[in-house]
């Protein structure tokens, strides 16, 4: 008796669930499950993601998504440069040689150099790398669906190694420049381009990556803060986007670092925020202007943090200023060390260069800045930035061995105005190879103004100045080299 009640209970427990369920499946409502704040859920109707727990989701496209949205303003962009072939090139620009000795003209062929780019505007702007076009008697690109236009040069900026484009064309498609000072290390990111050339018949290749790291310097241009990527960057990639997750572009393929030419995952893009500057300058005036405070800045090493005294590397140090110039003006000093420019934190020389060089002449900037250990604000009014010109060089006859793997000698004040240098000092003859010196970046001809804050004015006082430090300690020279004054810092073997 007992068991058929404990049976007629189990059938009616059983038939209540499946009561329940069937009634929880036709009401549509599907049992919620209570996941932590960092669960991902998929939603199939629009191909998007998004992080539960985020008061304001972050919606974003799928790497084919992005692919689809981005293509079709990839372009292959195709110049032709005249090359000049001849025995006396030596000669090549001089008119009296050719006509005095009578030197054959020189032959001229036409070569075909290919890259990538991408249309910014629907009437047909289009930006890629100046190395891309440099050079070039005529320039055309080609769209993936197979169109082909003539396109003029708007202008190109060797400086920033960027170039403005312009077709004849109306209701193109374009893409959008993001913001590339919100990129963050570690984030997606999508490499276009057109590597291959006419292989390719037209199409373009895509590889995807992260950003590995910001504020890169490779010495390629004047102005450099490039993004580096482990997306495959290939040879003909050069002036194609480099899009987030969003489809914007964070920046422009310039170069690859590879002792073979082929992708080993360093490659290295113009960040859009500089592109778009210089393509508004290029735009509005057909050459960048810049600002210019008449300052040589350079990194804030641990050698130079040891020697100033500073909490950190972040910063740039200033190496010399220019007499009459913005800086001088205001009363930048050498050894000062810039922390904010315009309210923004700095955290090398070259984004200081950038943000000088992209702020408008005449506006009025405050500097914060470590001077002998205490932070100072200083107001100064940017100039414009006018082209340089070339300094003589000279390279020092050799003399006697020194311990840092240089041999120095003695100029005198005849010697120094005879061969361009700005006072009587310390030259260097010579540099060991596998040196410290040679690895600090001391080269042939430098002259050695100071040691650790100290002048140096013959071959004496560097001694002196280098017999009171230890194996181990740091020293910071200041060289002058071709016109300019900077810092270079090492550590005693």
Known sequence: MRFRTILSISWGVTLLLATLSIF?????KPNSVNYSATSISQNNTNDTQQIRGNPSPQRF???VDIVKKVKPAVVRVVSTIEVREGFFDFFEDDDFFRRFFGFPEERRRRTTGIGSGFIISSDGYVLTNHHVIDKAISVSINTVDGKKYKAKIVGADKKSDVALLKVNENNLPYLVLGDSSKVEVGEWVIAIGNPMGDILRGDVTVSAGIVSAKGRQLGLADYEDFIQTDAAINRG????PLVNIRGEVIGMASAILSPTGGNIGIGFAVPSNMAKFVMEQLKKNGRVIRGFLGVSVGSVTDEVAEVLKLQNLKGAIVHSVEK?????KAGLKQYDVIIEFDGQKIENHSQLRALI???SPGKKVNLKVIREGKEITIPVVVGELEEEESTPRYR???SSEENLGIEVDTLTQREAKEYGYPRAGVVITRVRRGSVAEEAGLRRGDMILEVNRMRV???NDLARIL???RSGESVMFLVWREGDEFFISLRLP
């Open 467 to 469: 017999s009171r430090l």
């Open 61 to 63: 496209l799928s790497f």
């Open 457 to 459: 004015y013959n071959t």
């Open 24 to 28: 929880l499946f036709l009401s549509g």
């Open 237 to 240: 990639n050069s002036g194609g």
């Open 396 to 398: 020092g006859s050799e």
């Open 357 to 359: 060089g992209q702020t």
């Open 324 to 328: 009459g110039k913005p800086a001088d």
